[in-house]
């Protein structure tokens, strides 16, 4: 495998089980949407790899490090909840990448489509969001 080099090397790369795989998952998506790492982000996808991983895809929104750093801060945050210090790390592939974390030996990659960063998509976000507004309070009056 070509990514994950500096994690590979503490642990052997070994195919996930199917709990591993859905309690993995799941602590993931919990943590995005408490964190709001992905809250700009369009058309989100994800699957189980070949390899028994995860691959989170979407369009627009924030690079793949703005979104594993923002994820591995909250992780860190004793009152999270969702994970427990240190149990969360940053992936980082052979190109030297930060575009994964790894969560109970899953790696969960992160694959943006067109990002456009996350500081970018927000103002957009609250452009459309407000644009909306002004045009739902012209409809009304």
Known sequence: ???????????????????????????????????????????????????????????????????????VAYAEDPHSGTVDPGQLLPGINLLGELNAVWLNDLRVRFRPYQPIGAKLALEQMWAAMSERRRGSAASEA
Request: aromatic letters at 8%.
């Open 1 to 71: 495998m070509v990514w994950e080099c500096a994690y590979r090397r503490r642990r052997p790369l070994t195919r996930p089980s199917r709990d591993q795989h859905q309690q993995a998952l799941g602590t993931v998506e919990l943590a995005i949407r408490e964190s709001g790492a992905l809250d700009s982000a369009q058309d989100r996808d994800r699957w189980r790899t070949i390899d028994g991983h995860i691959d989170l895809d979407w369009r627009g929104g924030p690079f793949a490090h703005e979104v594993v750093g923002e994820l």
